[in-house]
Protein backbone atom coordinates (compact mmCIF):
# COMPACT_ATOMS: atom_id res chain seq x y z
CA UNK A 1 0.00 0.00 0.00
CA UNK A 2 2.80 2.18 0.69
CA UNK A 3 4.97 1.70 -2.42
CA UNK A 4 1.89 2.17 -4.68
CA UNK A 5 0.59 5.46 -2.80
CA UNK A 6 3.71 7.18 -3.24
CA UNK A 7 3.69 6.52 -7.04
CA UNK A 8 4.17 9.12 -9.48
CA UNK A 9 1.06 10.18 -10.97
CA UNK A 10 1.50 11.40 -14.47
CA UNK A 11 -1.27 10.70 -16.51
CA UNK A 12 -1.40 8.52 -19.46
CA UNK A 13 2.44 7.58 -21.30
CA UNK A 14 3.23 6.45 -24.46
CA UNK A 15 6.32 4.39 -25.45
CA UNK A 16 7.99 4.08 -28.83
CA UNK A 17 10.27 1.35 -30.08
CA UNK A 18 13.17 3.01 -32.31
CA UNK A 19 15.01 0.06 -34.14
CA UNK A 20 18.20 2.14 -36.21
CA UNK A 21 20.40 0.60 -38.03
CA UNK A 22 23.22 1.19 -35.57
CA UNK A 23 21.13 0.79 -32.33
CA UNK A 24 18.02 -0.39 -30.83
CA UNK A 25 15.83 1.76 -28.25
CA UNK A 26 12.80 1.96 -26.02
CA UNK A 27 11.56 5.48 -24.78
CA UNK A 28 8.61 6.40 -22.75
CA UNK A 29 6.95 9.76 -23.12
CA UNK A 30 4.43 11.45 -21.10
CA UNK A 31 1.20 11.94 -23.09
CA UNK A 32 0.28 15.32 -22.18
CA UNK A 33 3.56 17.23 -22.03
CA UNK A 34 5.64 15.26 -24.41
CA UNK A 35 8.31 14.92 -22.14
CA UNK A 36 10.38 12.16 -22.51
CA UNK A 37 10.46 10.18 -18.65
CA UNK A 38 13.08 7.32 -19.14
CA UNK A 39 14.83 5.65 -22.10
CA UNK A 40 17.56 2.89 -22.75
CA UNK A 41 19.72 2.08 -26.09
CA UNK A 42 21.32 -0.82 -26.96
CA UNK A 43 23.79 -1.04 -30.14
CA UNK A 44 23.32 -3.78 -32.86
CA UNK A 45 25.91 -5.38 -34.65
CA UNK A 46 26.26 -5.26 -38.53
CA UNK A 47 28.21 -7.94 -40.45
CA UNK A 48 29.91 -7.56 -44.02
CA UNK A 49 30.69 -10.97 -45.16
CA UNK A 50 31.61 -9.54 -48.28
CA UNK A 51 31.97 -5.97 -50.38
CA UNK A 52 29.22 -4.27 -50.36
CA UNK A 53 27.31 -6.92 -48.35
CA UNK A 54 25.80 -5.27 -45.09
CA UNK A 55 23.58 -7.76 -42.70
CA UNK A 56 22.18 -7.88 -39.44
CA UNK A 57 20.69 -10.66 -36.98
CA UNK A 58 17.47 -10.88 -36.63
CA UNK A 59 17.37 -12.68 -33.62
CA UNK A 60 19.63 -9.63 -32.11
CA UNK A 61 17.42 -7.07 -33.48
CA UNK A 62 14.41 -8.70 -31.37
CA UNK A 63 16.73 -9.58 -28.08
CA UNK A 64 18.19 -5.64 -28.24
CA UNK A 65 14.36 -4.91 -28.01
CA UNK A 66 13.20 -6.75 -25.42
CA UNK A 67 16.08 -5.79 -23.13
CA UNK A 68 15.78 -1.95 -23.94
CA UNK A 69 11.69 -2.50 -22.43
CA UNK A 70 13.06 -4.14 -19.17
CA UNK A 71 16.20 -1.91 -19.00
CA UNK A 72 13.48 0.71 -19.12
CA UNK A 73 10.54 -0.43 -17.23
CA UNK A 74 13.16 -1.08 -14.38
CA UNK A 75 14.17 2.68 -14.61
CA UNK A 76 10.35 3.92 -14.12
CA UNK A 77 9.95 1.74 -11.24
CA UNK A 78 12.84 3.17 -9.51
CA UNK A 79 11.27 6.49 -9.88
CA UNK A 80 8.11 5.38 -8.65
CA UNK A 81 6.08 5.97 -11.98
CA UNK A 82 3.48 3.49 -12.45
CA UNK A 83 4.95 1.25 -15.86
CA UNK A 84 0.78 -0.16 -16.30
CA UNK A 85 0.16 3.57 -16.94
CA UNK A 86 1.88 3.03 -20.91
CA UNK A 87 -1.40 2.74 -23.10
CA UNK A 88 0.73 2.45 -26.45
CA UNK A 89 3.41 1.50 -28.14
CA UNK A 90 4.48 2.88 -31.49
CA UNK A 91 7.35 1.60 -33.52
CA UNK A 92 9.67 3.35 -35.57
CA UNK A 93 12.86 1.63 -37.61
CA UNK A 94 15.19 1.36 -40.22
CA UNK A 95 12.86 0.92 -43.46
CA UNK A 96 14.03 -1.12 -46.50
CA UNK A 97 15.85 -3.87 -44.07
CA UNK A 98 15.06 -6.76 -45.02
CA UNK A 99 13.99 -10.34 -43.59
CA UNK A 100 12.38 -13.47 -44.29
CA UNK A 101 11.29 -15.81 -41.80
CA UNK A 102 9.56 -19.12 -40.95
CA UNK A 103 5.69 -18.96 -39.79
CA UNK A 104 5.66 -22.01 -38.15
CA UNK A 105 8.95 -22.05 -36.05
CA UNK A 106 9.37 -18.61 -35.74
CA UNK A 107 13.17 -18.66 -37.47
CA UNK A 108 14.91 -16.60 -39.56
CA UNK A 109 15.61 -17.94 -42.47
CA UNK A 110 18.70 -15.81 -43.08
CA UNK A 111 20.11 -12.74 -41.58
CA UNK A 112 18.06 -9.01 -42.22
CA UNK A 113 19.75 -7.44 -45.57
CA UNK A 114 20.21 -4.15 -44.43
CA UNK A 115 18.97 -1.32 -46.55
CA UNK A 116 22.37 0.08 -48.33
CA UNK A 117 23.54 -3.05 -49.30
CA UNK A 118 24.37 -3.10 -52.84
CA UNK A 119 24.71 -7.47 -53.67
CA UNK A 120 21.33 -7.07 -55.22
CA UNK A 121 22.99 -4.84 -57.70
CA UNK A 122 23.01 -7.46 -60.55
CA UNK A 123 19.06 -7.59 -60.20
CA UNK A 124 18.63 -4.16 -60.13
CA UNK A 125 20.71 -4.13 -63.60
CA UNK A 126 18.79 -7.26 -64.91
CA UNK A 127 15.39 -5.18 -64.41
CA UNK A 128 16.64 -2.22 -65.75
CA UNK A 129 17.69 -3.90 -68.81
CA UNK A 130 14.15 -5.16 -69.48
CA UNK A 131 12.69 -1.51 -69.27
CA UNK A 132 11.98 0.49 -72.44
CA UNK A 133 15.04 2.95 -73.20
CA UNK A 134 16.80 0.68 -70.15
CA UNK A 135 14.47 3.40 -68.12
CA UNK A 136 15.96 3.27 -63.82
CA UNK A 137 12.54 5.42 -63.25
CA UNK A 138 10.34 3.41 -65.71
CA UNK A 139 8.24 2.53 -62.39
CA UNK A 140 8.44 6.02 -61.01
CA UNK A 141 5.18 6.94 -62.07
CA UNK A 142 3.19 4.00 -59.99
CA UNK A 143 5.90 4.05 -57.03
CA UNK A 144 7.61 7.34 -56.55
CA UNK A 145 10.71 5.64 -56.95
CA UNK A 146 13.81 4.15 -59.41
CA UNK A 147 14.96 1.09 -59.83
CA UNK A 148 17.50 0.54 -56.95
CA UNK A 149 19.47 -1.60 -54.68
CA UNK A 150 18.00 1.21 -51.75
CA UNK A 151 14.28 -0.51 -51.99
CA UNK A 152 12.96 -3.89 -50.20
CA UNK A 153 11.50 -5.97 -53.13
CA UNK A 154 14.79 -6.79 -55.03
CA UNK A 155 16.25 -7.82 -51.41
CA UNK A 156 13.38 -10.11 -51.35
CA UNK A 157 14.01 -10.96 -55.07
CA UNK A 158 18.01 -12.17 -54.31
CA UNK A 159 16.75 -14.39 -51.16
CA UNK A 160 14.29 -16.00 -53.19
CA UNK A 161 16.89 -16.61 -56.00
CA UNK A 162 20.14 -17.33 -53.50
CA UNK A 163 19.03 -18.79 -50.64
CA UNK A 164 17.46 -22.46 -50.85
CA UNK A 165 15.82 -22.53 -47.33
CA UNK A 166 13.86 -18.95 -48.33
CA UNK A 167 13.18 -20.56 -52.46
CA UNK A 168 11.80 -23.88 -50.33
CA UNK A 169 9.48 -21.94 -47.28
CA UNK A 170 7.88 -19.52 -50.32
CA UNK A 171 7.04 -23.29 -52.18
CA UNK A 172 5.48 -24.70 -49.07
CA UNK A 173 3.85 -21.35 -47.63
CA UNK A 174 6.11 -21.15 -44.62
CA UNK A 175 7.77 -18.02 -45.41
CA UNK A 176 6.66 -14.37 -44.08
CA UNK A 177 8.36 -11.60 -45.55
CA UNK A 178 8.79 -8.23 -43.91
CA UNK A 179 10.63 -5.02 -42.69
CA UNK A 180 11.54 -4.95 -39.21
CA UNK A 181 8.53 -3.43 -37.94
CA UNK A 182 6.65 -6.26 -39.17
CA UNK A 183 8.99 -8.77 -38.11
CA UNK A 184 8.92 -7.34 -34.57
CA UNK A 185 5.41 -6.07 -34.68
CA UNK A 186 4.88 -9.98 -35.60
CA UNK A 187 7.05 -11.46 -32.69
CA UNK A 188 5.72 -9.11 -30.31
CA UNK A 189 2.15 -10.18 -30.55
CA UNK A 190 2.65 -14.01 -30.19
CA UNK A 191 5.37 -14.70 -33.20
CA UNK A 192 3.88 -18.39 -34.16
CA UNK A 193 1.49 -18.47 -31.75
CA UNK A 194 -0.93 -15.83 -33.69
CA UNK A 195 1.34 -13.63 -34.14
CA UNK A 196 -0.09 -10.22 -36.26
CA UNK A 197 1.58 -9.70 -39.51
CA UNK A 198 1.44 -5.71 -40.44
CA UNK A 199 2.93 -2.92 -42.07
CA UNK A 200 1.39 0.57 -42.98
CA UNK A 201 1.73 2.53 -45.88
CA UNK A 202 5.38 4.15 -43.67
CA UNK A 203 6.47 0.86 -42.32
CA UNK A 204 4.68 1.79 -39.50
CA UNK A 205 5.87 5.73 -39.17
CA UNK A 206 9.28 4.21 -40.77
CA UNK A 207 12.28 6.50 -39.00
CA UNK A 208 12.41 9.57 -41.10
CA UNK A 209 8.22 9.64 -41.30
CA UNK A 210 8.21 9.68 -37.20
CA UNK A 211 10.57 12.91 -37.54
CA UNK A 212 8.69 14.34 -39.42
CA UNK A 213 5.55 13.88 -37.02
CA UNK A 214 7.76 14.17 -34.00
CA UNK A 215 9.45 17.54 -35.61
CA UNK A 216 5.25 18.36 -36.11
CA UNK A 217 6.02 19.09 -39.91
CA UNK A 218 2.56 19.44 -40.46
CA UNK A 219 2.25 22.57 -42.92
CA UNK A 220 3.76 22.80 -46.37
CA UNK A 221 6.72 23.76 -47.12
CA UNK A 222 8.42 22.32 -44.42
CA UNK A 223 11.84 19.75 -43.89
CA UNK A 224 13.70 17.90 -41.72
CA UNK A 225 16.91 15.92 -41.62
CA UNK A 226 18.18 13.05 -39.89
CA UNK A 227 20.20 10.85 -43.07
CA UNK A 228 17.30 11.60 -44.79
CA UNK A 229 15.95 15.04 -45.84
CA UNK A 230 12.29 14.76 -45.88
CA UNK A 231 10.41 17.86 -47.01
CA UNK A 232 6.55 17.93 -46.42
CA UNK A 233 5.03 19.50 -50.01
CA UNK A 234 1.39 19.36 -48.59
CA UNK A 235 0.06 17.68 -45.69
CA UNK A 236 -3.54 18.07 -47.63
CA UNK A 237 -2.69 17.06 -51.20
CA UNK A 238 -3.78 14.02 -52.54
CA UNK A 239 -1.71 13.71 -55.54
CA UNK A 240 2.15 13.28 -55.07
CA UNK A 241 4.46 15.01 -56.98
CA UNK A 242 6.45 13.56 -58.94
CA UNK A 243 10.52 14.53 -58.53
CA UNK A 244 12.40 15.49 -61.92
CA UNK A 245 15.40 16.43 -60.02
CA UNK A 246 16.42 12.77 -58.39
CA UNK A 247 14.37 12.56 -55.17
CA UNK A 248 11.87 10.42 -53.99
CA UNK A 249 8.35 10.51 -53.68
CA UNK A 250 6.94 9.04 -50.65
CA UNK A 251 3.96 9.23 -48.20
CA UNK A 252 4.89 11.06 -44.90
CA UNK A 253 2.32 9.48 -43.11
CA UNK A 254 -1.25 8.83 -42.50
CA UNK A 255 -2.67 9.52 -39.13
CA UNK A 256 -5.99 7.40 -39.25
CA UNK A 257 -7.47 4.75 -41.33
CA UNK A 258 -10.34 7.52 -42.42
CA UNK A 259 -7.57 10.47 -43.14
CA UNK A 260 -5.90 11.30 -45.98
CA UNK A 261 -2.61 10.09 -46.70
CA UNK A 262 0.15 13.21 -46.82
CA UNK A 263 2.83 12.94 -49.15
CA UNK A 264 6.22 14.37 -49.01
CA UNK A 265 9.91 14.38 -51.29
CA UNK A 266 12.68 12.94 -49.97
CA UNK A 267 16.14 12.47 -50.88
CA UNK A 268 18.05 10.24 -49.18
CA UNK A 269 21.83 9.89 -48.44
CA UNK A 270 23.43 6.17 -48.19
CA UNK A 271 26.51 7.71 -45.65
CA UNK A 272 25.94 10.04 -43.28
CA UNK A 273 26.22 9.46 -39.70
CA UNK A 274 27.67 6.16 -41.18
CA UNK A 275 31.04 8.31 -42.09
CA UNK A 276 31.83 8.79 -37.76
CA UNK A 277 31.41 5.24 -37.76
CA UNK A 278 34.01 4.57 -40.34
CA UNK A 279 36.60 6.58 -38.84
CA UNK A 280 36.27 5.35 -36.04
CA UNK A 281 36.35 1.17 -37.03
CA UNK A 282 37.92 1.52 -40.14
CA UNK A 283 40.28 4.14 -39.79
CA UNK A 284 40.54 4.41 -35.86
CA UNK A 285 41.25 8.35 -35.89
CA UNK A 286 38.87 8.89 -33.19
CA UNK A 287 37.56 6.78 -30.31
CA UNK A 288 34.54 8.32 -29.68
CA UNK A 289 32.06 10.24 -31.90
CA UNK A 290 32.71 13.35 -29.74
CA UNK A 291 36.56 13.64 -30.95
CA UNK A 292 35.29 14.48 -34.43
CA UNK A 293 33.95 17.46 -33.61
CA UNK A 294 37.22 18.13 -31.51
CA UNK A 295 39.59 17.34 -34.63
CA UNK A 296 37.85 19.05 -36.94
CA UNK A 297 37.16 22.41 -34.87
CA UNK A 298 41.23 22.19 -33.86
CA UNK A 299 41.69 23.00 -37.32
CA UNK A 300 38.66 24.60 -38.63
CA UNK A 301 39.12 23.51 -42.26
CA UNK A 302 39.68 20.84 -44.42
CA UNK A 303 42.74 22.65 -45.90
CA UNK A 304 41.59 21.71 -49.64
CA UNK A 305 40.65 18.18 -48.77
CA UNK A 306 37.46 16.95 -49.45
CA UNK A 307 35.59 13.51 -49.07
CA UNK A 308 32.68 11.90 -51.09
CA UNK A 309 31.61 8.73 -48.52
CA UNK A 310 30.05 6.77 -51.59
CA UNK A 311 30.46 3.55 -49.65
CA UNK A 312 27.48 1.98 -51.17
CA UNK A 313 26.91 4.03 -54.20
CA UNK A 314 25.22 7.67 -54.39
CA UNK A 315 21.79 7.88 -53.35
CA UNK A 316 19.60 11.03 -53.93
CA UNK A 317 19.69 12.76 -56.21
CA UNK A 318 21.96 10.41 -58.72
CA UNK A 319 20.83 7.17 -57.78
CA UNK A 320 24.07 5.38 -58.84
CA UNK A 321 25.08 2.71 -57.05
CA UNK A 322 28.22 1.83 -59.07
CA UNK A 323 30.60 4.78 -57.36
CA UNK A 324 32.52 4.54 -55.03
CA UNK A 325 34.19 6.80 -52.48
CA UNK A 326 36.91 9.00 -52.37
CA UNK A 327 39.07 11.32 -50.36
CA UNK A 328 40.93 14.19 -53.04
CA UNK A 329 42.82 17.15 -52.50
CA UNK A 330 45.50 15.60 -50.22
CA UNK A 331 48.91 17.26 -49.57
CA UNK A 332 51.95 16.84 -47.01
CA UNK A 333 50.66 19.22 -44.82
CA UNK A 334 46.86 17.16 -44.71
CA UNK A 335 46.93 15.45 -41.28
CA UNK A 336 43.69 13.21 -39.62
CA UNK A 337 42.44 17.09 -38.06
CA UNK A 338 41.77 18.13 -41.99
CA UNK A 339 40.10 14.97 -42.80
CA UNK A 340 37.39 14.97 -40.13
CA UNK A 341 36.51 18.51 -41.51
CA UNK A 342 35.98 17.06 -44.63
CA UNK A 343 33.82 14.62 -43.23
CA UNK A 344 31.92 16.67 -41.53
CA UNK A 345 31.52 19.21 -45.01
CA UNK A 346 30.75 15.61 -47.04
CA UNK A 347 27.73 15.50 -45.02
CA UNK A 348 26.03 19.51 -45.11
CA UNK A 349 27.07 19.14 -48.97
CA UNK A 350 24.99 16.13 -48.91
CA UNK A 351 22.68 17.86 -48.08
CA UNK A 352 22.69 20.83 -49.71
CA UNK A 353 22.56 18.92 -53.05
CA UNK A 354 18.98 17.66 -51.74
CA UNK A 355 17.94 20.65 -50.77
CA UNK A 356 18.59 22.38 -54.09
CA UNK A 357 16.66 19.66 -56.03
CA UNK A 358 13.43 20.16 -53.66
CA UNK A 359 13.61 23.75 -53.88
CA UNK A 360 13.23 22.81 -58.11
CA UNK A 361 10.79 20.48 -57.44
CA UNK A 362 8.77 22.03 -54.95
CA UNK A 363 8.79 25.36 -56.14
CA UNK A 364 8.50 27.07 -52.26
CA UNK A 365 12.31 27.72 -51.63
CA UNK A 366 12.67 26.59 -47.64
CA UNK A 367 13.82 29.14 -45.40
CA UNK A 368 15.19 26.94 -42.85
CA UNK A 369 15.82 23.21 -42.12
CA UNK A 370 14.55 21.78 -38.41
CA UNK A 371 17.58 18.74 -37.88
CA UNK A 372 17.07 15.58 -35.94
CA UNK A 373 19.69 12.49 -35.02
CA UNK A 374 22.85 11.67 -33.17
CA UNK A 375 25.00 13.95 -35.52
CA UNK A 376 22.73 17.18 -33.82
CA UNK A 377 24.92 17.08 -30.86
CA UNK A 378 27.84 18.37 -33.07
CA UNK A 379 27.76 21.55 -32.69
CA UNK A 380 30.46 22.70 -35.44
CA UNK A 381 28.33 20.20 -37.70
CA UNK A 382 24.73 22.15 -37.25
CA UNK A 383 27.14 25.45 -37.98
CA UNK A 384 28.29 24.15 -41.16
CA UNK A 385 25.29 23.00 -42.33
CA UNK A 386 23.92 26.31 -41.55
CA UNK A 387 26.90 27.87 -43.68
CA UNK A 388 26.77 25.42 -46.37
CA UNK A 389 22.94 25.83 -47.08
CA UNK A 390 22.66 29.66 -46.84
CA UNK A 391 19.74 29.32 -44.59
CA UNK A 392 19.30 28.63 -40.63
CA UNK A 393 19.29 25.18 -39.39
CA UNK A 394 17.40 24.85 -36.24
CA UNK A 395 17.88 21.98 -33.07
CA UNK A 396 15.15 20.85 -31.03
CA UNK A 397 16.14 20.91 -27.29
CA UNK A 398 14.88 17.16 -27.07
CA UNK A 399 16.66 15.37 -30.13
CA UNK A 400 14.76 12.27 -29.89
CA UNK A 401 12.10 13.39 -32.59
CA UNK A 402 11.75 10.06 -34.14
CA UNK A 403 10.49 8.04 -31.41
CA UNK A 404 8.58 10.71 -30.32
CA UNK A 405 6.94 11.23 -33.39
CA UNK A 406 6.08 7.28 -33.02
CA UNK A 407 4.64 7.88 -29.56
CA UNK A 408 2.21 10.75 -30.86
CA UNK A 409 0.67 8.44 -33.50
CA UNK A 410 0.64 5.45 -31.22
CA UNK A 411 -1.26 7.99 -28.61
CA UNK A 412 -3.43 9.41 -31.30
CA UNK A 413 -4.34 5.93 -33.01
CA UNK A 414 -8.10 4.62 -32.97
CA UNK A 415 -8.54 3.05 -29.64
CA UNK A 416 -5.92 4.55 -27.53
CA UNK A 417 -6.80 8.30 -28.11
CA UNK A 418 -4.45 9.59 -25.44
CA UNK A 419 -2.14 12.14 -27.49
CA UNK A 420 -3.54 14.95 -29.12
CA UNK A 421 -2.39 15.96 -32.50
CA UNK A 422 -4.83 19.34 -33.26
CA UNK A 423 -1.76 21.93 -33.67
CA UNK A 424 -3.37 23.99 -30.57
CA UNK A 425 -2.75 20.92 -28.05
CA UNK A 426 0.57 20.10 -29.60
CA UNK A 427 3.31 21.10 -26.96
CA UNK A 428 5.71 24.02 -27.77
CA UNK A 429 9.29 22.46 -28.87
CA UNK A 430 11.76 24.59 -27.53
CA UNK A 431 14.98 24.43 -29.88
CA UNK A 432 18.49 26.49 -31.19
CA UNK A 433 19.07 28.13 -34.22
CA UNK A 434 22.14 28.31 -35.83
CA UNK A 435 22.14 31.05 -38.39
CA UNK A 436 24.53 31.45 -41.49
CA UNK A 437 27.25 33.39 -40.79
CA UNK A 438 28.84 33.06 -44.53
CA UNK A 439 28.30 35.34 -47.52
CA UNK A 440 25.88 33.17 -49.84
CA UNK A 441 28.33 33.22 -52.90
CA UNK A 442 31.46 32.82 -50.61
CA UNK A 443 32.89 29.24 -49.40
CA UNK A 444 29.72 27.27 -49.32
CA UNK A 445 28.77 28.06 -52.84
CA UNK A 446 32.52 27.48 -54.10
CA UNK A 447 32.81 24.23 -52.48
CA UNK A 448 29.30 23.35 -53.53
CA UNK A 449 30.15 23.67 -56.76
CA UNK A 450 33.77 21.63 -56.81
CA UNK A 451 31.85 18.95 -54.83
CA UNK A 452 29.82 18.68 -57.67
CA UNK A 453 32.22 17.64 -60.02
CA UNK A 454 34.27 15.75 -57.57
CA UNK A 455 31.30 13.16 -57.23
CA UNK A 456 31.80 12.56 -60.96
CA UNK A 457 34.90 11.39 -60.56
CA UNK A 458 34.32 7.90 -59.06
CA UNK A 459 31.30 7.23 -61.67
CA UNK A 460 33.17 7.86 -64.38
CA UNK A 461 36.24 6.05 -63.09
CA UNK A 462 34.40 2.75 -62.53
CA UNK A 463 32.19 3.54 -65.94
CA UNK A 464 35.70 2.69 -67.95
CA UNK A 465 37.25 0.30 -65.82
CA UNK A 466 33.67 -1.99 -67.18
Not at 382 to 391: E, N, T
Request: glycine share 8%.
Amino acid sequence: MAASSSRVMLGPLVAAIDQGTSSTRFLVFNAKTAELLSHHQVEINQSFPKEGWVEEDPKEILQSVYECMERTCEKLTQLNIDISNIKAIGVTNQRETTLVWDKETGEPLYNAIVWLDLRTQSTVERLINKTPGRNKNHLKHKTGLPISTYFSAVKLRWLMDNVDEVAEAVLTHRAMFGTVDSWLIWCLTGGKSGGVHCTDVTNCLGDQSAALVGQMCFQEGQAKNTSVLTYLFNCYLLQPVMSDHGLLTTVAYKLGRDKPACYALEGSVAIAGAVVRWLKDNLGIIQTSTELEKLAASVGTSYGCYFVPAFSGLYAPYWEPSARGIICGLTQFTNKSHLAFAALEAVCFQTREILDAMNQDSGIPLTQLQVDGGMTSNRLLMQLQADILCIPVVKPSMPETTALGAAMAAGAAEGVSVWSLRPEDLSEVTSEKFEPQINPEGKGHVTHCYLISILAVPICLNTDLQ
